[in-house]
């Protein structure tokens, strides 16, 4: 007996495990674009799935040791997903890592990166949305550690007269948690000004 899409698409997503994403086209080879859209939307009015955006959804992380239940996905994760998708690379700009990083308790409406895709904005929840800028900067992209591009990012958008030893503590706490081989390439990418900070951290 042939399996049913239901089924198939749902011992997929089991497989694949909590905290992945998952996009109508990932289920191409099963069923028709209507027939997959229907699966899913059954599976997020059952609880199992969250449903991101238009044609994206998330099988989450479940907290139980502290009982938080639902673990929802950042906007670097949600942004991550769509980059692999689309087979781009991205990175983000200054106001986003600022609040990743904990340098600013502004969140802002919009987290927007840098890509080597298409611009465009995908809207996540009321108000909110990831706001993609194509660039042909390659050194914007090349960062082997994501919290490496996020510290020079921040540091950018700051400003090399702004920093202060507030900044600078918190950088510090980041920096540590770099791995050093990752730091050893990524620093050659950042501007002159932010390596001789960073170097003496």
């Known amino acids: 007996m042939k399996e049913s899409t239901q089924n198939i698409v749902t ?6 495990g909590r905290g992945s994403f998952f996009f109508c086209q990932d289920f191409s080879d099963v069923g028709t674009p209507e027939a997959v859209k229907k699966v899913l939307q059954r599976l997020k009015n059952a ?10 959804y998330y099988y989450p992380k479940i907290d139980t040791e502290l009982g938080l239940g ?28 600022l609040n990743m990083l904990g340098l600013s308790t502004q969140v802002p409406a919009n987290a927007v990166f840098y890509t080597t895709g298409s611009s465009r904005r ?3 929840g009321k108000g909110r949305g990831i706001l993609f800028i194509h660039t042909s900067s390659t050194k914007k992209l090349a960062y082997k550690s994501r ?22 503590k ?8 770099v791995e050093k081989e990752e730091y050893n390439h990524d620093i050659q990418l950042a501007p002159i000004w932010v390596r001789k900070i960073l170097n003496v951290l």
Do not use: F
């Open 11 to 16: 011992n997929r997503i089991i497989q694949k």
């Open 47 to 56: 609880g199992t799935l969250i449903r991101i955006a238009p044609g994206i």
């Open 70 to 97: 639902t673990l929802w996905p950042s906007m670097l994760d949600i942004a991550e997903a769509i980059a692999r998708r689309d087979r781009a690379t991205i990175a983000p700009t200054g106001v986003y890592a």
């Open 122 to 124: 995908v809207p996540i």
């Open 147 to 168: 919290l490496m591009m996020l510290i020079v990012s921040a540091m950018c958008e700051i400003g090399k007269d702004y920093i202060n030893d507030m900044h600078l």
């Open 170 to 177: 918190i950088l510090k706490e980041h920096l540590d948690n």
